[in-house]
């Protein structure tokens, strides 16, 4: 785990500064931009459906698709982003406890 | 310092506690996933990028190795590397205060460095909102993590629920058009349909290939 968070920050690091040190026409490619600003679309989409449906090693349906949607809910209503996750907790805590 | 100057304080001192808020969700919802306090507060004073830091803590809490936590959050620490190049020329640092700097560029320090009349408003945008959030970052962590440590059960509180929410919210902003609603739609599907097939932490990374392959598809 600390090994892990130490190459998580190291990392991170140094791409902060190769952008403020690396010469534009390097990283300055459309290609380049293109995917630099899906990346984080891409992985953040697959984020929410792995914490949304993922179950060790399946998937599973339960109340946290009810936060989801109570989540997007309150961003829809343009919520800030503590408001929205105070929001899906809630809902998911509520869903949980009506089930039994 | 003169008007234009104190506006960019405020502001920045505004960003700052608006976005260190929401760095007690970050602590609790780490602390729920299993780190210690004091890991989760390393993550936020040393990577110091939101959505890095709730990717790495998402991965792990899924059950995939804290490598591959390390791997999604670097891909997600890329466009940070995009604000460096925008930030360059804005700034004008070299050596130490380059250093420096590096460890404050995330999106909002970028966006308050960004629209001014000259480089000194650009670095006193950059640095004061870089320094404010940074602090109330930090603080806000480790309130959220303490919290989070009295808390029972995380399920209970919904708190799986909200990592998922988190990055919801953080993906958001970001479907301004077309290719990026379909990358995200693509790269979410995929990712479930993978759970059962791949070891943990594989799926979310397969997303970065559909980013790679959108982008290299696209030429507008």
Same mark, same amino acid.
């Given at each position: ?8 920050? #190291? ?20 290609a380049v931009r293109r995917i630099a600003d899906l990346l984080p679309v891409a992985l953040l989409a697959a984020l929410v459906g792995t914490q949304t449906f993922g179950s060790g090693e399946g998937l599973q349906v339960d109340a946290r698709v009810v936060g989801l949607a109570a989540g997007v809910a309150a961003l829809l209503l343009r919520a800030s982003f503590i408001v929205v996750v105070g929001v899906a907790a809630v809902a998911a805590a509520g869903a949980r406890l009506l089930a039994g | 310092m003169g008007e234009v100057q104190r ?7 505004? $960003? ?13 919802? %780490? ?15 040393? $990577?110091?990028?939101? %959505?890095?830091?709730?990717?790495? $803590?998402?991965?792990? =809490?899924?059950?995939? /190795? ?14 940070? /590397? ?13 050596? =130490? ?22 480089? %000194? ?54 479907? /301004?058009? #077309? ?15 993978? $759970? ?9 990374? %397969? ?14």
């Open positions: 785990m600390w090994a892990a968070i130490l190459v998580t920050a #190291a990392g991170c690091y140094l791409l902060k500064l190769a952008g403020l040190s690396v010469p534009r026409s390097v990283l300055g490619r459309p | 506006a960019i304080v405020r502001d920045a001192l505004a $960003v700052g506690v608006a976005t260190g808020a929401y760095g007690i969700s970050f602590g609790a919802i %780490a602390v729920a996933s299993g780190l210690t306090v004091l890991q989760c507060c390393a993550l936020s004073l040393l $990577v110091f990028t939101g %959505a890095s830091q709730f990717a790495f $803590v998402g991965v792990v =809490a899924a059950g995939g /190795t804290p490598l591959s936590g390390a791997a999604t959050a670097l891909l997600l620490g890329s466009r940070n /590397t995009l604000y460096g190049l925008r930030l360059a020329s804005l700034l004008g640092l070299g050596g =130490a205060r380059r250093g420096a700097a590096a460890q404050l560029v995330i999106d909002e320090s970028t966006a308050m460095a960004m629209n001014r009349d000259n480089r %000194a408003d650009a670095r006193l945008g950059f640095f004061s909102t870089g320094l404010a959030v940074f602090a109330l970052w930090n603080l806000a962590t480790l309130g959220g993590a303490l919290a989070g440590r009295a808390l029972g059960d995380p399920r209970d509180f919904g708190l799986d629920a909200a990592v998922a929410s988190a990055f919801v919210a953080l993906l958001w902003p970001r479907l /301004t058009d #077309a290719r990026s609603r379909a990358t995200a739609l693509a790269a979410g599907v995929l990712a479930v349909a993978l $759970v059962p097939m791949v070891p943990a932490g594989l799926p979310v990374l %397969a997303g970065a290939l559909v980013a790679v392959l959108a982008g290299v598809r696209g030429r507008r």
